[in-house]
T-cell receptor, first 113, second 113 residues
Framework: DAKTTQPPSMDCAEGRAANLPCNHS???????VYWYRQIHSQGPQYIIH???NNETNEMASLIITEDRKSSTLILPHATLRDTAVYYC??????????????FGKGTRLSVIA | DVKVTQSSRYLVKRTGEKVFLECVQD?????MFWYRQDPGLGLRLIYF???????EKGDIPEGYSVSREKKERFSLILESASTNQTSMYLC????????????FGNGTRLTVT
């Protein structure tokens, strides 16, 4: 079972910041938060991940609350090409191997002109 | 950039046929994964592999098998295709690093008639 909760859909005006929330209230201390997105007819694309500090890369920023029970993915200036399903995933604890990601249903972001 | 290539974008097979879905990655990744994606059910893990000749069952392995004879290639096999295996199949790879992101191919849409 996915360990995250996301709203099923969101709209964002083109050029504005898109803020996608994710709740992961049962996250463990050594679990990372990952974000992927899937544009229609393509495979999922990695965006960003973090443990407890905020992270930023060329695609997005990840803000994780101090208690780590929730996070927000920020696309600073959304474009029509950012229309996609966004998945927030908590990486299961590392054991003897590289444990696979479990995808939930994600948030369908629609960027509107 | 990592490239994960799936041999076919679209495939149509008949019930009872043996079906091979091929996936090749060019980044010397140790880990490879097969997911299927269905409307309303999201991505579900079928099988994965940590190394050559190694395989692990995912959440829905029934009706499938896999082969990993070379590091760069991971094959998904439907021994006797059935209509309920009509789906989008996605292959992914990653390095052994604990935080390594998955890189996905663009998928094979399989229709079993």
């Amino acid at each position: 079972d996915a360990k995250t909760t996301q709203p099923p859909s969101m709209d964002c005006a083109e050029g504005r910041a898109a803020n996608l929330p994710c709740n992961h209230s049962t996250i463990s201390g050594n679990e990372y938060v990952y974000w992927y997105r899937q544009i229609h007819s393509q495979g999922p694309q990695y965006i960003i991940h973090g443990l407890k500090n905020n992270e930023t890369n060329e695609m997005a920023s990840l803000i994780i609350t101090e208690d780590r029970k929730s996070s927000t993915l920020i696309l600073p200036h959304a474009t029509l090409r950012d229309t996609a399903v966004y998945y927030c995933i908590v990486r299961p604890s590392f054991n003897s191997g590289n444990t696979p990601l479990v995808f939930g249903k994600g948030t369908r972001l629609s960027v509107i002109a | 950039d990592v490239k994960v290539t799936q041999s076919s974008r679209y495939l149509v097979k008949r019930t009872g046929e043996k079906v091979f879905l091929e996936c090749v990655q060019d980044m010397d990744h140790e880990n490879m994964f097969w997911y299927r994606q269905d409307p309303g059910l999201g991505l579900r893990l079928i099988y994965f592999s940590y190394d050559v000749k190694m395989k692990e069952k995912g959440d829905i392995p029934e009706g499938y098998s896999v082969s990993r004879e070379k590091k760069e290639r991971f094959s998904l096999i439907l021994e006797s295709a059935s209509t309920n295996q009509t789906s989008m199949y996605l292959c992914a790879s990653s390095s052994h690093s604990m935080t390594a992101p998955l890189h996905f191919g663009n998928g094979t849409r399989l229709t079993v008639t």
